[in-house]
Structures are given as C-alpha cells and as structure tokens.
C-alpha cells in the first residue's frame, strides 16, 4: 500500500501565520465516494471559523458549516449515511468555552444543543456511534481546581445532567451521563470507539497520585462506565485516539518523561476480544 497526499481547499486566512492557519483534525467515511473531514482554520479579523470539507471520489470540496461565536471548532466527526454526519468539539465565545455538536442531514450543517456542566468549561474531542440513535461524544470539563472527563450520548430521552461526566445521543437528545473520576486532577478523554449500545470505550489520560501523567481507558457495559486497568508504558502517556476492527480494539497516543522536558514516543495499545 502506496500513502499519497491529495490537494484539499485551505481558506484560512496568514493573520495567524505561522500558526493554525488551516487544520482538519478527524475523518469519517460514509463511503468511499463520501467522506467528511473536520477541523477549523484561521477566518479575517483572527477569528476562527470551522471547518468541514466533503470528499465525492474525485476532490476535496470546503462546505459551509455554522459558528456559535467568532471562535470555534470541531475536533471529531462521525459519519452513519450520506444525510447523517456528526461532528463534535468546542465554542471558545464567552461567557464559558462550551460543547459544540453540529450534524449534516443531506443538506446543510446545523448547531444541535448539547448540555454543558454549570460553571465549567467544557469540550468535546471525539464522537462514535454503534448506530443513528447510540452515539457518544467525549472530551473534558475544566475549573480552577481542574478537569474531569466529560461524555454525551444521545438516547431520546430528556436531558439529565450532573457533573459526572457523558454526553449521549440516542436519536432524539444529548444527555450527560455520570461517570467515573479516575485521578485527584486534570482528567481527559480525547478519543472514543464503540461496539454496540453496552460496549464502549473511552481512551484519555489523568494524573496518578504522585502527579505523573498516565494513560486512561473506561469502558460503558450499558448501566455504568468504569476504570479499566491501562498498561503502564513506565513514563508519562496519555491516549489521542481509538477504533475497533474485526474485533480488536486499538488505542493511540504518545508517552515519554526525560528530565527537563517532554520527549515523545508512539504509544500504542491493542486488546484481542
């Protein structure tokens, strides 16, 4: 198998050079004549719009996508059928940063209300889906003395939130969902796979007891989330991303601890089921 690059439409704007002018930060593939990429890029005056473009099987095209505020993003997008596409992340307006949920019906992209934690930021980095009416967005809530993780999911049912933290999608609403806290500070999610309505998996990081950062993984058995033990790669790591296929599941991210800086290594986590 041959990698290639493929030209894709860059409208941001050099205000920001060198920095963030054009980002596509996930993909999602109905087909492969139809393909969804998210992100967000650099808009005049040094706002930051966000960004969606379409593959059709022969070029990228930039599609327009709505803003809360002068300065969004997506981080995550999930694709079901040509005329169901969802796409997560974070409104940076005030008087809080909050979640961000935008979904495609064929048509054209719109804002979907999602719940946020009263007095917190919040933000959302990844969504995934075991079907149009079980989907689940992650990412982290944060306040002064720190942050937790956060989820949705979307069932159909009333809103019920509590600082726990999950958001679900079941076909009608977004919820939050409690969950577990596994560290005294600074718990993220940043990535989410999904199996089937009881079989979840969330992948992130959080700081131990000793305050070193360590890998996170929590899995939804369909009544509750819970901590699953993550391998220790004996340095700091932390999770960015997950996918299921063929029955193994796949965690990815970065670790590494060298005094007087960060240095990186891939870290890479597989579990036969």
Request: charged share 10%.
């Amino acid at each position: 198998m041959t990698f290639s690059t493929i030209p894709t439409p860059s409208p941001g704007s050099s205000e920001c050079a060198p920095y963030y002018q054009n980002d596509l930060t996930a993909v999602a593939e109905v087909s492969a004549n139809d393909v969804w990429a998210v992100g967000f890029y650099c808009g005049s005056g040094n706002t930051q719009p966000t960004l969606t473009e379409h593959w059709d099987g022969s070029q990228w095209t930039q599609v327009a996508s709505p803003n809360p505020s002068s300065y969004s993003a997506l981080y995550g997008v999930v694709a079901f059928a040509t005329d169901n596409v969802w796409a997560v992340g974070q409104d940076y307006g005030t008087p809080l940063p909050s979640t961000l949920i935008e979904h495609w019906n064929g048509n054209g992209w719109s804002i979907v209300g999602s719940p946020n934690p009263p007095g917190r930021t919040a933000y959302l980095a990844a969504v995934a889906g075991s079907s149009p009416t079980d989907i689940w967005a992650v990412g982290y809530s944060g306040s002064a003395a720190g942050t937790i993780p956060l989820v949705e999911h979307y069932d159909g049912r009333d809103k019920n939130g509590q600082t726990g933290l999950t958001e679900h999608w079941d076909g009608t609403e977004w919820r939050l969902v409690s969950g577990p806290v596994a560290g005294p500070a600074e718990t993220q999610f940043y990535a989410v796979a999904a199996n089937s309505s009881h079989d979840v998996w969330a992948f992130g990081s959080t700081w131990n007891n000793s305050f070193d950062m360590v890998p996170l993984i929590e899995h939804w058995t369909g009544g509750a989330w819970q901590i699953v033990t993550s391998p220790d790669p004996g340095k700091a790591g932390e999770f960015f991303g997950a996918t299921s296929i063929q029955g193994h599941l796949w965690g990815v991210g970065d670790c590494g601890l060298q005094a007087g800086g960060y240095v990186s290594d891939p870290l890479t986590l597989v579990i036969k089921r």
